[in-house]
């Protein structure tokens, strides 16, 4: 089993560009989330989906929108990047209930122009 | 004051030494809690749960105050692949039950 898996791994955008940050797998985890990491800001969360078709906003959702149309994947998308979104992003799936083990990808380095 | 709070460090040992981490959570209705092992430059990994008794898995030990609101983790006889960074979870804080709060992790650097 390959686990949580991340596309890409690396990105560089310049100020205003869009993309699709992609995240599957193949655990059958109903819930789904997407964080940001930052220097010395932590782990913070993004957006989150509890099942296919559903999704909710975390802590920073300002400026990402995100859509779960398959169990598996789940993307993370940025409409028009701002410098302020470089950063690490990471994936992660678990099954129901936050309390539950989270599984996290292997992170895509961002970097906005 | 923020949710989830721990000393950044580094922690810098010796190999076989003994290490100590706190960290402390602002929210007295908290329901779980965990740690985390951060590699550098890649993704955290679940190390161990924290249960109001404390548990023990090897060389680690977790435990939690909920008096004093701070949750701990000790390693015993450090090992050199032990050098991580090792990030505090709450579960529970401001905002609803089942919202996760990161601290920003604990740099331990085990040396020969």
């Known amino acids: 089993n390959a686990g949580v898996t991340q596309t890409p791994k690396f990105r560089v955008l310049k100020t205003g560009q869009s993309m699709t940050l992609l995240c599957a797998q193949d655990m059958n985890h109903e819930y789904m989330y997407w964080y940001r990491q930052d220097p010395g800001m932590g782990l913070r969360l993004i957006h989150y989906?509890?099942?296919?078709?559903?999704?909710a906003k975390g802590e920073v959702p300002d400026g990402y929108n995100v859509s779960r149309l398959k169990k598996q994947n789940f993307l993370l998308g940025l409409e028009s990047a701002a410098p302020s979104q470089t950063s690490v992003y990471f994936c992660a799936s678990s099954y129901p209930k936050a309390w539950n083990e989270q599984f996290f990808g292997p992170g895509t380095r961002l970097t906005v122009l | 004051r923020k949710e989830v709070e721990q000393d950044p460090g580094p922690f810098n040992v010796p190999e076989g030494a003994t290490v100590a981490f706190n960290c402390t959570y602002s929210?007295?209705?908290?329901?779980?809690f965990f740690w985390y092992r951060q590699d550098c430059r890649k993704e955290p990994k679940l190390l161990m749960s924290?249960?109001?008794s404390g548990n023990e898995d090897g060389r680690f030990t977790a435990q939690l105050n909920r008096a004093s609101q701070y949750i701990s983790l000790l390693i015993r006889d450090s090992k050199l692949s032990d050098s991580a960074t090792y990030l505090c979870v709450v579960i529970g804080g401001t905002g609803g039950g089942n919202k996760l709060t990161f601290g920003t992790g604990t740099q331990l650097k085990v040396e020969l």
């Open positions: 924290v249960y109001s």
């Open positions: 989906s509890v099942g296919e078709g559903t999704t």
């Open positions: 929210n007295s209705a908290s329901q779980s």
